[in-house]
Nanobody, 118 residues
Framework: QVQLVESGGGLVQAGGALRLSCAAS????????MGWFRQPPGKEREFVAAISRSVGSTSYADSVKGRFTISRDNAKRTVYLQMNSLKPEDTAVYYCAARTPPAEFDSWGQGTQVTVSS
């Protein structure tokens, strides 16, 4: 099992940027495909971005394409989410998650709050 700890959240004005980090401990990070999800206030958790075990394949929710970038550094056991051109509707608790394909995401961090003011 892998343990995940997110950091980097905070309050930012619309149009600003933040970089979230997800530090992993336990099993080797390269064993896992990784993802970021978010839960806006009063709404269900939703997919944001994912990256394959080997560096290369990424996918994004339509709402963040062109603004967010997911990346990973397996040597540092860290996954990142660079968020640019932030909008108030990006306000949410952001969660890092891991899975061992073909299984679904089953390891989750505690979340980090991102608040975008207008």
């Amino acid at each position: 099992q892998v343990q995940l700890v997110e950091s980097g959240g905070g309050l930012v004005q619309a149009g600003g940027a933040l970089r979230l980090s997800c530090a992993a401990s336990g099993r080797t990070l390269s064993s896992y495909a990784m993802g970021w999800f978010r839960q806006p206030p009063g709404k269900e958790r939703e997919f944001v971005a994912a990256i394959s075990r080997s560096v290369g394949s990424t996918s994004y929710a339509d709402s963040v394409k062109g603004r967010f970038t997911i990346s990973r550094d397996n040597a540092k056991r860290t996954v990142y989410l660079q968020m640019n051109s932030l909008k108030p509707e990006d306000t949410a608790v952001y969660y890092c998650a891991a899975r061992t394909p073909p299984a679904e995401f089953d390891s989750w961090g505690q979340g980090t709050q991102v608040t975008v003011s207008s």
